[in-house]
């Protein structure tokens, strides 16, 4: 089945803590991204990367790294979490990224920060 | 940054009734994405429209592009319960790689 997975689905930890959310989709994609959705905020692209060892930030990267080693797996690292970054995270993946691509989104991970 | 505002913000109708949702910029977009999301689900795609002046037709969910590509409306035809999510619109311009989404349109349908 194509998908994208995410995982943990559920992380509750501390400040300062680092962490890591994964990402990986089984559809060959090229481009991979990640968003964070708040309430009263929408839905606001982190970073994003459009083939293997090319990443580009999003409007809301600060406090967050990828990496892009692979090109089916497309990690999310906070090195230093703090509250403000509690949030439901959710990575998706298209083709190419560009035109009118369908994207495919995972079921999302909900972060809370203490 | 590009914006594109969504409205209604909340939506609360009863089961029958007819309803558009609206997403509006300033800017000129290439395509718009409409999806929809579940509860504890992410988004999942309706419809692309690439072209200014396209009406495309999902069952009861009819999706028009302006003219000037700027803006988009979703209207759905007696609606029903299993309608109820939120809805949001997307916009991507030129070659840029990044997408851009409205705040959404949460819908509910009640029985």
């Known amino acids: 089945e194509a998908q994208v997975t995410q995982n943990p689905r559920y992380l509750i930890t501390v400040t300062g803590k680092k962490l890591t959310v994964t990402c990986s989709q089984n559809?060959?994609?090229?481009?991979m991204s990640w968003y964070r959705q708040d309430p009263g905020l929408g839905l606001r692209q982190i970073y994003y990367?459009?083939?293997?060892?090319v990443t580009d930030k999003g409007d809301v990267p600060e406090g967050y790294k990828v990496s892009r080693k692979e090109k089916r797996n497309f990690p999310l690292i906070l090195e230093s979490p703090s509250p403000n970054q509690t949030s439901l995270y959710f990575c998706?993946?298209?083709?190419w990224g560009r035109g009118a691509d369908t994207q495919y989104f995972g079921p999302g991970t909900r972060l809370t920060v203490l | 940054t590009q914006l594109l505002e969504q409205s209604p913000q909340f939506l609360s109708i009863q089961e029958g009734e007819n309803l558009t949702v609206y997403c509006n910029s300033s800017?000129?977009?290439?395509?718009l994405q409409w999806y929809r999301q579940e509860p504890g689900e992410g988004p999942v795609l309706l419809v692309t429209?690439?072209?200014?002046?396209e009406v495309k037709k999902l069952k009861r969910l009819t999706f028009q592009f302006g003219d000037a590509r700027k803006d988009s409306s979703l209207h759905i035809t007696a609606a029903q319960p299993g309608d109820t999510g939120l809805y949001l619109c997307?916009?991507?311009?030129?070659?840029?790689?990044?997408?851009?989404f409205g705040k959404g349109t949460l819908l509910t349908v009640n029985p």
């Open positions: 990367s459009m083939n293997v060892e």
């Open positions: 998706a993946s298209s083709l």
């Open positions: 429209v690439v072209t200014g002046g």
């Open positions: 997307a916009g991507r311009s030129g070659s840029n790689y990044k997408l851009t």
């Open positions: 559809m060959n994609h090229e481009y």
């Open positions: 800017s000129v977009f290439s395509s």
